[in-house]
């Protein structure tokens, strides 16, 4: 074996466990949304250390419960100068439920079969640690780096997401402080480390529809109006339309129902109401003003001379955004390559992330992480092999921004 193959395998080797022991600390705490639990703490003791400058942001109302409950934030610097990389990710994760169902106790990590088995070592702690291992080593190897090295942890993330990283980057726009490039820790891989990195996601509309008819007796329709009846017309060609077509770096927008509720409990009774959930998510090809104005046109169409009458609550979660091929892009695929021999696909599919609080700014933003396979599920695990291997990733991506 050559020296350079022997060094590969030592580096990999310290980057693995440094990356496994801090995950398993992060990973004992039952950190659910929005409880971060301590695990910041954990993060900003060590990244003083390495020379960074950690401020606790606090948002929402430390009294409140549910989604104004206060949110712990941190915001960790290293430099003044640009330009400034920053790791973006949160520590809270989703409910466990029932933990019995679980192989090994969500929160007691456990390395079994190859794995690291628990609630967050995909969605996203091991992210979280494998982005301070990198910053860590890579501050001890080039102390006097130019640019600027950055963390925005939330945990605010899985929940209602509004008093988390939105907030942090208000703050950060109000003092002018402005990211470069972020590199967001969600679990973007699916068959092998690295195969895809997300370069861009699609907007998220959100509506709630209210219909409003009549009540009345099912043997007198007559004497009532079925909201139930008055919409199913006007579902069905929503349902049917063709927003876009998408683009290059986006499929079409689509649109899915996800709840229709309507009914007393009786079943000879007419129901005076009808509440239809629907969500958009759309490309780049069309936007929030157009999606709302053809979903009216239609509604108008069949509710105008009804005697049933129709309301939309809107709710925009977060515009698309796309990083195209440039820098950071390339500064990722560069160290992917490295590390594991893959050539990664760019991809915008999937869900939201912060990203799309952060892309606003005129941030490059590329999401980049472990395999998702089992994000959310019962026995959420993540490869152990891969977590040397992805704080290599992103260590080779600050050498190749910083250091080019």
């Not at 091991?126 to 982005?131: P, Q």
């Not at 009786?266 to 629907?278: C, W």
Request: hydrophobic share 35%; glycine share 8%.
């Amino acid at each position: 074996m050559s020296d350079f193959n022997k060094q590969t395998i030592h580096q990999q080797q310290n980057h693995q466990q440094q990356t496994l022991d801090l995950s398993i600390a992060l990973l004992e705490r039952p950190s659910v949304t929005p409880d971060d639990d301590g695990c910041q703490d954990i993060l900003s003791e060590r990244l003083e250390r390495a020379g960074f400058d950690c401020e606790f942001m606090y948002y929402g109302d430390r009294q409140a419960k549910g989604e104004h409950a206060e949110v712990k934030n941190l915001w960790a610097r290293r430099g003044t100068t640009d330009p400034v990389i920053c790791f973006a990710g949160h520590t809270d994760v989703v409910p466990t439920g029932d933990k019995n169902n679980w192989t090994y106790p969500p929160f007691t990590p456990t390395i079994a079969d190859g794995y690291l088995w628990a609630r967050g070592a995909a969605d996203m702690k091991t992210g979280i640690a494998a982005f301070t291992v990198a910053a860590e080593r890579f501050v001890a190897n080039y102390p006097e780096h130019k640019g600027s090295i950055a963390f925005l942890i939330t945990s605010d993330e899985e929940g209602p997401s509004i008093n988390g990283t939105v907030k942090v980057i208000e703050t950060l726009e109000a003092r002018n402080e402005k990211i470069t490039y972020c590199l967001v820790g969600e679990p973007s891989s699916t068959d092998t480390l690295g195969d895809i990195i997300k370069n861009g996601r699609r907007g998220s509309l959100g509506a709630e529809l209210t219909v409003t008819g009549k009540q009345g007796h099912v043997a007198y329709p007559h004497l009532a109006c079925n909201p139930i009846h008055a919409t199913m017309a006007a579902l069905a060609e929503l349902t049917a339309a063709t927003w876009d077509s998408g683009n290059n770096y986006f499929p079409a927008t689509s649109l899915q129902i996800s709840n229709i509720n309507s009914g007393t409990g009786a079943t000879n009774v007419i129901p005076e109401t009808l509440k239809v959930i629907f969500n958009f998510r759309f490309s780049t090809e069309t936007t929030e003003d157009e999606l709302k104005a053809k979903t009216h046109a239609i509604f108008d169409k069949y509710f105008t001379n009804s005697k049933a009458s129709y309301d939309i609550h809107w709710k925009l979660s977060g515009q698309p955004f796309l990083t195209p091929e440039g820098k950071l892009v390339s500064a990722c695929q560069k160290a992917i390559k490295k590390v594991t021999d893959t050539d990664t696909t760019l991809s915008t599919s999937g869900g939201t992330s912060d990203g799309r609080f952060i892309a606003p700014t005129g941030a490059q933003v590329v999401e980049l992480g472990v395999r998702n396979a089992t994000i959310h599920q019962v026995d959420e695990k993540v490869e152990v092999d891969d977590l040397g291997k992805l704080a290599q990733i992103y260590e080779g991506i600050l050498e190749n921004l910083l250091l080019d």
